[in-house]
């Protein structure tokens, strides 16, 4: 089973408009985190938002926030004010917190969904 | 500061040759990732480094990849006899992996596309 899920391939919105990028997960582990990155045509993933699994309030950055509702196992980013700078492929990912005894660390690897690529129109 | 760097930004290559793939992570951040990007899919994990030694190697598709990080800091990701399927973005990430704090955010830099002939 896919353990990050977007749904939408791709999303347009008008400048200034608010816009929301769907994200469900998967997972069996009590504590893990979800993230949202930004990747624009240059290529670099840009982090944008985090949230924990046990943290009590929506992730709020700026004009970014996360729409988190655990029961439903979904993490939707909603970006206010949209820009044009704003269009780029968008990617949910989930780092699940397992430990690993042996290395005395942890191995936080990231679970990336497929993305949705959202274009901002003038 | 200086955000994660990779070399090169493109590598162009034959069927069968060998290749590296170079990583500078963050100053001070001692978590180090390999992921690999294809076309229109999300990054898929590949190896994860604590220090110097890999913790966690489990993504790298097989014995052709191997990846090293000998003094803790850069890191050079090795394909021998690369295939036309080894074509695609390969990006690195560091983070702290200082335990307790979170949220431990990776860092990415900009990747090296790959392109087998």
């Known amino acids: 089973a896919q353990k990050i899920t977007q749904t939408q391939p791709g999303m347009f919105v008008q400048e200034k408009e608010a816009v929301t990028l769907d994200c469900t997960y998967d997972?069996?582990?009590?504590?893990?985190?979800l993230f949202w990155y930004k990747q624009p045509s240059s290529g670099e993933m840009i982090f944008l938002i985090y949230?924990?699994?046990?943290?009590?309030q929506n992730a709020t950055e700026g004009r970014y926030s996360l729409n988190f509702q655990k029961a439903r196992k979904s993490a939707n980013l909603v970006i206010s004010a949209s820009q044009l700078g704003d269009s780029a492929m968008y990617f949910c990912?989930?780092?699940?917190?397992?430990?690993?005894?042996?290395?005395?660390?942890?191995?936080?690897?990231?679970?990336f969904g497929k993305g949705t690529l959202l274009t901002v129109n003038p | 500061g200086a955000g994660v760097s990779q070399t090169p930004s493109n590598k162009v290559t034959e069927k069968g040759k060998y290749v590296e793939l170079r990583c500078d992570p963050i100053?001070?951040?001692?978590?180090l990732y390999w992921y690999r990007q294809s076309l229109g899919q999300g990054p898929e994990f590949l190896i994860y480094?604590?220090?110097?030694?890999?913790?966690?190697d489990s993504g790298l598709p097989n014995d052709r990849f191997f990846a090293v990080r000998p003094e803790g800091s850069v890191s050079t990701l090795k394909i021998q006899r690369t295939e036309r399927g080894d074509s695609a973005v390969y990006l690195c990430?560091?983070?702290?992996?200082?335990?307790?704090?979170?949220?431990?955010?990776?860092?990415f830099g900009p990747g090296t596309r790959l392109t087998v002939l």
């Open positions: 990430a560091s983070s702290l992996d200082y335990r307790g704090i979170f949220p431990d955010t990776q860092y």
């Open positions: 997972t069996s582990d009590p504590s893990y985190g």
């Open positions: 949230q924990g699994s046990y943290d009590q």
């Open positions: 990912a989930m780092r699940e917190d397992n430990i690993l005894v042996n290395s005395g660390g942890s191995n936080y690897k990231l679970t």
């Open positions: 100053s001070g951040h001692t978590a």
């Open positions: 480094f604590q220090g110097t030694g890999a913790a966690d």
